[in-house]
């Protein structure tokens, strides 16, 4: 692979110099900030995700203080008591983007989180523990365990919230292909563990996290 002080150089270049690159990269939180946040902040931030996937992110986030609302604050305790009675009320709320599907997995993902507070001691503390080295673990795990975190959905999910990972847009693909870490589809098993590899190699080399290495890796397209 390149040596990604020269990865980052282009990438630099192609935003008119380190310092413009360094106002673009984001900054993860760590295990104790993570653990900090409230179970309620990260439902509705796993929630809006969800919804956002497949419709108008504009949209989503323009409605979203309505259907905090509507959503008793997505508070994990009363979501995940949700019954037919509730999850009627819900679709029938012009406050809520009426997805039937989407509304069940915020009352199933409630469910979920309240499983992972016993066994793990919260939900921040959960994603803090997840070691970076294996994010895509996280990732299958968000797949396996929560409802619609698939695809994109989740890793999406983890960088909003601040968990350091990478992410696969199609321009981190593009970056990856060219330093022949991938081939064909990039969420193959195989092609997840090449991706990590190499994320992990890039990591101890620069010193930088996951998320910033996503980011100049795009950047360098």
């Known amino acids: 692979m390149t040596p990604f002080a020269k990865i980052e150089a282009i990438a630099a270049a192609q935003k008119g110099g380190a ?9 993860p ?19 809006k995700q969800i919804f956002r996937s497949g419709f108008v992110w504009k949209i989503v986030d323009y409605k979203w203080p ?12 009363t979501v995940a008591a949700f019954a037919e009675p509730e999850l009627a009320e819900l679709l029938d709320d012009p406050r809520v983007i009426r997805h039937r599907a989407k509304i069940e997995s915020v009352r199933d993902n409630a469910a979920w989180m309240l499983r992972v507070q016993r066994t793990k001691g919260g939900f921040g503390g959960y994603l803090g523990d997840w070691p970076v080295d ?4 996280l990732w299958r ?8 975190l698939g695809g994109n959905s989740g890793p999406i999910f983890l960088r909003e919230v601040g968990k350091d990972t990478f992410l696969l847009f199609p321009d981190v693909v593009k970056a990856l ?15 997840l563990a090449s991706a ?16 910033q290495l996503s980011k100049i890796l795009a950047c360098s397209v």
Do not use: H, Y
């Open 134 to 137: 294996d994010v895509v673990g």
């Open 196 to 211: 990590q590899e190499a994320f992990n190699a890039w990591r101890k080399e620069s010193g930088r996290p996951l998320c």
């Open 19 to 27: 310092k413009e690159l360094e106002k673009l990269l984001p900054k």
């Open 66 to 77: 309505a259907m905090e609302e509507a959503f008793a604050g997505f508070d994990p305790e």
């Open 141 to 148: 795990d968000l797949d396996r365990e929560a409802s619609r």
């Open 177 to 191: 292909r060219r330093e022949k870490v991938v081939k064909g589809e990039p969420t193959t098993q195989r092609n």
């Open 29 to 47: 939180r760590t295990r104790a900030a993570l653990a900090k946040i409230p179970d309620d902040v990260f439902l509705s931030m796993m929630a």
